[in-house]
């Protein structure tokens, strides 16, 4: 059981750091270059999917902060109400993150690639460090997003163990 807390705990730490990360590496990326005599200046907030990207990596990452703070004052879960909360919140703060960061490749796909129809130029031919920033953020976000799933299953193991494995829905303590 100690082993269990100390990977959760781990793990959290984990997901902290390379959420913020992430928020650090899209958040102070932009690059300026001239084009024919006219400085054009590209940052994560001609993309509408890393901004909120950016926002959902550090809403999550203080969630996970709330709960390392929770677990250093040692304040053990003794119902099976804040168990499913925590639970429940785990598994929501690993789908946003998942469906954000698959979202913000979706776009910068779009940048990379440009489009014709949509007259979307292909800025990294003209902006390689801004690519390849948002990039690395995308691979970082996507291994967080991993990380928080194998959280979301050590809280499922936490939750689902006060059950008995006998009597559908009942506390072991009740049965």
Not at 72 to 101: C, I, M, P, R
Not at 133 to 159: D, E, P
Request: hydrophobic share 50%.
């Amino acid at each position: 059981m100690v082993k269990l807390r100390e990977t959760e705990v781990i793990l959290r730490v984990c997901i902290v750091f390379l959420l913020l990360l992430t928020a650090c590496l899209i958040g102070m990326d932009s690059q300026t270059k001239e084009i024919a005599y006219i400085h054009k200046k590209v940052s994560f907030k001609y993309l509408v999917a890393l901004e909120a990207e950016l926002y959902i990596d550090v809403v999550v990452a203080a969630y996970n902060l709330a709960q390392l703070g929770l677990h250093w004052h040692s304040v053990e879960q003794k119902t099976s109400n804040t168990k499913w909360f925590s639970y429940l919140l785990d598994q929501t703060a690993a789908y946003v993150v998942f469906a954000g960061t698959s979202a913000a490749a979706q776009h910068s796909l779009l940048v990379v690639t440009g489009s014709k129809e949509l007259q979307w130029m292909k800025w990294c031919y003209k902006f390689t460090r801004f690519c390849f920033q948002v990039g690395s953020a995308i691979i970082l976000n996507y291994i967080a997003a991993g990380l928080m799933v194998l959280l979301s299953f050590i809280s499922a193991f936490n939750l689902f163990r006060l059950y008995s494995p006998k009597r559908f829905f009942r506390l072991k303590s009740s049965s």
